[in-house]
């Protein structure tokens, strides 16, 4: 099982966090993020996540390289979900592990600020209106700059 | 020289399809989207702002100043929205 999966099916983000926890060793702290689709405007019936298949792997073994030079993490797990996802569906997520919380807290918040406009994922919201392509949050961006 | 050119989210739907071989001696991404303009009125609408658009070569990101030369797949889209 490897630390990035790009995938389409569904996960258990509860059997992933045990599973990962378990392998590491020394670590005294493990902390985990899980995104979930959101109904921000209150008529959405699906996100369309598109991404760019071998640029997303790579892309994502290159945040989680980055953030193991920065922190001292026994290990690092990044799932992320493309294709339809309906409200309440995970989309991704997030686990880190240090001997220390400060360490395992700050490469998660890391991971998932790159993620966010590093990584090449597209959301499209399905509404009963039409379709939107979501577009990148100037906050998100600079988001980058406090690393 | 031929180079595959992938296209994602709107900038796909917006020309049409997600990936074709291009025939060119563009020597830069600038000169590769001037020439993509030039085809059809899609590719200038799809390019019309590329401040708005991000380029990956060969899956890495990359700028519109880079140079094409050894480069055998571009890729054009818009700021990603992961997480």
Same mark, same amino acid.
């Given at each position: 099982m490897g630390d990035v999966r790009v995938q389409a099916d569904s996960f258990d983000a509860g059997a992933e966090l045990n599973r990962f926890s378990e392998a590491q #060793?020394? #670590?005294?702290a493990v902390v985990s993020f899980t995104g979930v689709v959101r109904d921000v405007s209150g008529g959405l019936e699906a996100m369309e996540i598109e991404h760019y298949p071998g640029m997303t792997e790579s892309a994502i073994a290159t945040i989680v390289d980055e953030s193991k030079a920065r922190w001292p993490l026994t290990g690092a797990l990044v799932i992320h979900r493309h294709g339809r996802l309906e409200p309440g569906a995970q989309i991704m997520m997030v686990a880190t592990a240090s001997a220390h919380r400060v360490a395992a807290f700050e490469a998660a918040e890391f991971l998932m600020d790159y993620l966010?406009?590093? #990584?090449p994922f597209w959301k499209k919201e399905v509404t009963r209106e039409g379709t939107g392509w979501v577009a990148a949050k100037d906050e998100d961006e600079a988001a980058l700059t406090r690393w | 020289m031929t180079v595959n050119v992938l296209y994602f989210a709107w900038v796909r739907e917006r020309i049409g399809l997600p990936r074709e071989a291009v025939e060119t001696e563009a020597a830069t991404v600038s000169e590769l989207v001037e020439e993509l303009k030039t085809r059809e009125d899609r590719y200038a609408a799809a390019f019309a702002d590329v401040t708005a658009l991000r380029v990956a070569l060969d899956q890495e990101l990359s700028d519109f100043e880079a140079p094409l030369a050894g480069v055998r797949e571009i890729a054009f889209f818009p700021p990603m929205t992961g997480g």
């Open positions: #060793a020394g #670590a005294g966010k406009s590093r #990584a | -």
